[in-house]
Nanobody, 114 residues
């Protein structure tokens, strides 16, 4: 079983930056894919960015060029650097780990004011 704890959310003005962290209870080497998802009020949860065990990355079109997913294997932590934030990025951001099954964190709220 994997436990995920997100941190780094908060209130930021449009154009600003935030870095989200996801600390995992196990080694990142045991996880096939790590990802960040978000869910805005009244909308479905959507993939924001993902990184495979081999380091390949995938981003939603809406965040390409602004967000970067990365990891620190020594600290078993995955990051999401978010730059040039827009009000439409406002959502609860969830960390996800894909092994045989999916594991989710409880989420961290990001609010971008205009």
């Amino acid at each position: 079983q994997v436990q995920l704890v997100e941190s780094g959310g908060g209130l930021v003005q449009a154009g600003g930056s935030l870095r989200l962290s996801c600390a995992t209870s196990g080694s990142l080497f045991s996880i096939n894919v790590m990802g960040w998802y978000r869910q805005a009020p009244g909308k479905q949860r959507e993939l924001v960015a993902a990184m495979t065990f081999g380091g390949s990355t995938n981003y939603a079109d809406s965040v390409k060029g602004r967000f970067t997913i990365s990891r620190d294997n020594a600290k078993n932590t995955v990051f999401l650097q978010m730059n040039s934030l827009k009000p439409e990025d406002t959502a609860v951001y969830y960390c996800n780990a894909k092994l045989i099954t999916d594991y989710w964190g409880k989420g961290t709220l990001v609010t971008v004011s205009s």
